[in-house]
């Protein structure tokens, strides 16, 4: 199944949950549909591995990444870019907001909320029941409530992000899939897709997925990965 | 148990309660930060106490409180963080208390970036507070031996009664790796009654102990120092550890590199070995005390024909190097320390223009 999201995607979860790895895929894969893609870093609460290391790759792709001021790339200052507020009052086919992680790094959504609340958007949660503190569907409920009362906003679906980098089994997926239905029959939050890692897919047996799912090449490698 | 995926900073957290720590004291800095946000979700899950100090000053010497009433401390911080913590170092160093410091390296001089460095070896290595003391450092080159080497910090620490530190450069704490941990630390130390000042009910004897690092009597003071020696020279013989990679080649390049670092250089020397050259890599896991006897003869080799020494600093370890080869090879250094990780490329290049 395809995915088909469009409109304001705010990305949030519990920190470390694959929030960045998750943007930037989904917005390369919309971008290859036709779809017109904006991507705003969000991520003010972690100082490596965010949106903006991986600028100039999506730009290449035509991907509009909005950043704050170059000079400030490596600060670990929460600024928010005022173009942020622009792209959310004319957003593209598909504005992908990456927030940072747990209930701490969405408090810049409720800075937005003026902006926001006018608008229909996907909050969308990611979960990967292999990280502490989201093994478990309670674990995954007090995140989310966690997040809504920082962000002032509600969670309106979830991605299942099950993974252990380069350790992943088809195991893992299957696990993590069969996780992330308990916690959507708990919650009652529709699966917006899963995530799996492009080289695994000929393994699996992909009917047993009734969700979308989104192809991941990982795009944020230590250094000794970046060959 | 199974293995779940886990940021540097938060696994040397678990780690530490696994290894039974119940004591975390900590002052926030980037980017380390996230080993206090875990340990404060994760201490009262188990009766421990984390306390965020009004600085490292503070944080310096609410751990030497804790270890000299004779329980497993910890704190962890980045490199200006470690400089305000030196002055306690040096006390804990001296009275013989044991306690883990765990630095996640930032660039420096002076308040310097957020970046993974690795310019606090000397630091480490060499002193950072003041006086005769030495601290016993372990260099982890990703999460599984960082969660691996915080629970050994313990054991060390109390076997020599002195503050261990784990040093780890930026990326250490801050990227993500699945990670297995060991069973819990079952151990308690036997020799409290050699230093601490409580815990009556777990000792073996009511010996009274006095937690002080001032000894205004030559003799007493030359004495104290000798202890000291005694167990740096012990450390020598029984705690060095390294890596040897591609070292049972005929490698015509020996490097030595630790951390982050080392793994960067694997990736170089697998690729060189495609093009048929063969490049061998020396990693000390312990920096004090350092595999001295094991580069010399690493480094002298046959086919060996130079050693480079690559940090990501302006060139520390690579004194040390030139120490242990005793000018039998010319050593040379390559390191970059703004922030930006050497690619394996740039490695690569350096490498070839060296056979």
């Avoid at chain 1, 029959?185 to 997925?209: A, N, W, Y």
Wanted: hydrophobic content about 40%; proline content about 5%; aromatic content about 6%.
């Amino acid at each position: 199944m395809n995915i088909d999201i469009k409109g304001i995607v705010v990305i949030c979860g519990n920190y470390g949950s694959g929030k960045t790895e998750t943007a930037v895929n989904l917005a390369a894969a919309r971008k290859k549909d036709g779809v017109d893609v904006k991507i705003a870093d969000l991520d003010l609460v972690n100082p490596y591995f965010r949106t903006r290391e991986v600028r100039v790759s999506l730009e290449k792709m035509g991907i509009d990444v909005v950043l704050p001021n170059k000079k400030y790339m490596h600060a670990d200052l929460p600024i928010l870019a005022p173009a942020v507020a622009g792209m959310i009052q004319k957003p593209s086919e598909l504005t992908i907001l990456d927030a940072g992680g747990d209930d701490a790094g969405v408090t810049v959504l409720a800075a937005l909320y003026d902006h926001l609340s006018r608008k229909k958007v996907h909050m969308l949660q990611v979960i990967n029941p292999f990280r502490p503190f989201t093994e478990n569907v309670k674990g995954c409920i007090r995140i989310k409530e966690e997040i809504e009362r920082s962000s002032k906003m509600k969670i309106t679906g979830l991605v299942g992000n099950a993974n252990l980098i380069d350790e992943t089994i088809p195991d893992h997926i299957y696990k993590g899939y069969d996780f992330l239905k308990d916690v959507s029959k708990e919650t009652g939050l529709k699966i917006e897709f899963i995530t799996i890692v492009s080289h695994l897919i000929p393994q699996l047996e992909m009917d047993r997925f009734t969700c979308p799912v989104l192809k991941i090449n990982r795009k944020l490698n230590p250094p000794w990965k970046r060959v | 148990m199974a293995k779940v995926l886990m940021k540097g900073n938060e696994a040397i957290g678990e780690a530490a309660i696994r290894a039974g720590c119940k004591n975390y004291f900590a002052y926030p800095i980037t980017p380390q930060s996230e080993v206090a946000e875990y340990l404060a979700k994760r201490m009262p899950e188990v009766d421990g106490v984390f306390l965020q100090g009004e600085s490292e000053v503070a944080v310096g010497y609410m751990i030497f409180g804790a270890a000299g009433a004779g329980e497993r401390v910890m704190t962890t911080s980045s490199s200006p963080g470690i400089s305000l913590m030196s002055e306690a170092i040096s006390y804990i160093a001296a009275a013989q208390c044991p306690a883990v410091f765990v630095n996640i390296m930032r660039g420096g001089p002076g308040l310097g970036g957020i970046l993974p460095s690795q310019g606090d070896y000397f630091q480490a290595t060499k002193g950072g507070g003041h006086g005769d003391y030495r601290l016993l450092v372990l260099a982890p080159d990703g999460v599984q031996e960082a969660v691996e080497m915080t629970m050994k910090a313990f054991t060390l620490a109390e076997k020599y009664r002195g503050p261990v530190m784990i040093l780890g450069d930026g990326l250490i704490g801050q990227m993500m790796e699945p990670v297995e941990f060991p069973d819990d630390l079952k151990t308690e130390p036997t020799n409290k009654d050699d230093w601490a000042t409580s815990g009556m009910s777990t000792r073996k004897s009511n010996k009274r102990n006095l937690v002080r690092s001032l000894f205004l009597d030559p003799k007493e003071l030359n004495d104290n120092n000798l202890a000291l020696k005694a167990k740096y020279e012990q450390m020598k013989k029984e705690e060095v550890l390294y890596e040897g990679y591609n070292t049972d080649t005929d490698y015509s390049i020996l490097i030595v590199s630790y951390g982050t670092m080392s793994r960067v250089c694997k990736t170089s020397i697998d690729m060189m070995k495609q093009e048929g050259i063969e490049v061998g890599l020396l990693r000390p896991k312990t920096l004090f005390p350092f595999p001295e006897k094991e580069i010399f003869k690493a480094s002298t080799k046959e086919s060996c024909k130079s050693v480079i020494s690559i940090e990501m600093s302006m060139g520390q370890m690579v004194e040390d190097v030139e120490r242990c080869v005793k000018g039998q090879r010319k050593v040379d250094f390559y390191g970059e320390c703004g922030g930006d990780i050497p690619a394996p490329e740039t490695i690569i290049n350096i490498i070839k223009g060296l056979l």
